[in-house]
T-cell receptor, first 119, second 112 residues
Framework: GAVVSQHPSWVICKSGTSVKIECRSLDFQATTMFWYRQFPKQSLMLMAT?????????EQGVEKDKFLINHASLTLSTLTVTSAHPEDSSFYICSAAGTGWTASTDTQYFGPGTRLTVL | SQQGEEDPQALSIQEGENATMNCSYK?????LQWYRQNSGRGLVHLIL?????REKHSGRLRVTLDTSKKSSSLLITASRAADTASYFC????????????FGQGTILTVHP
């Protein structure tokens, strides 16, 4: 149980285009989803927190107009990188927390990640 | 600010040996979690230890937490080549409910 998928697993796009990444909880309802990015050989940095039905909360320094997050249902959150540029190339990972999740005691479930390369 | 500093940054051992990785953090936490990441892959959750716990075991894994020193350690006993991966600690707590702050990670290489 508690499987999170991401689609696509990798994407290559041209500079200036927009790319949408999906994060789905397959066997549970995720009231909260988190989006992280990871540069090569570096750690994960939290970008934003999304709660179903409400606007995402972005971390300091993350451009909300650049990284659009939509959490329209209890099983799907999307991250759209708008007008992507080479510096946006990174590994994007989502995680999901289920209904009744308690942050202090329960783990989040991570997706397999999406590698974005912007040419 | 980034909290969760891990050492060593890289660790190379032989199969069968034990591997110990350490993590330090700066602010109060509700829990500390350890994750494994194989190259280019997503994260695999290993273990969660709450702030009121001092030690936890899961199979070949042993995690300790010392809140007075704001540090944790992950011990992998009888390592296998398949344990080769990056290991990250992540803290949750303080005013950042639910948000995980990851350490820089330790790259573990287990030679067969």
């Amino acid at each position: 149980g508690a499987v999170v998928s991401q689609h696509p697993s990798w994407v290559i796009c041209k500079s200036g285009t927009s790319v949408k990444i999906e994060c789905r909880s397959l066997d549970f309802q995720a009231t909260t989803m988190f989006w992280y990015r990871q540069f090569p050989k570096q750690s994960l940095m939290l970008m934003a927190t999304s709660n179903e039905g409400s606007k995402a909360t972005y971390e300091q320094g993350v451009e909300k107009d650049k990284f659009l997050i939509n959490h329209a249902s209890l099983t799907l959150s999307t991250l759209t990188v708008t007008s992507a540029h080479p510096e946006d190339s990174s590994f994007y990972i989502c995680s999901a927390a289920g209904t009744g999740w308690t942050a202090s005691t329960d783990t989040q479930y991570f997706g397999p990640g999406t590698r974005l390369t912007v040419l | 600010s980034q909290q969760g500093e891990e050492d060593p940054q890289a660790l190379s051992i032989q199969e069968g040996e034990n591997a110990t990785m350490n993590c330090s953090y700066k602010t109060s936490i509700n829990n500390l979690q350890w994750y494994r990441q194989n190259s280019g892959r997503g994260l695999v959750h290993l273990i969660l230890i709450r702030s009121n716990e001092r030690e936890k075991h899961s199979g070949r894994l042993r995690v300790t937490l010392d809140t007075s020193k704001k540090s944790s350690s992950l011990l992998i006993t009888a390592s296998r080549a398949a344990d080769t991966a990056s290991y990250f600690c992540a803290t949750e707590g303080g005013t950042s409910y639910g948000k995980l702050t990851f350490g820089q990670g330790t790259i573990l290489t287990v030679h067969p």
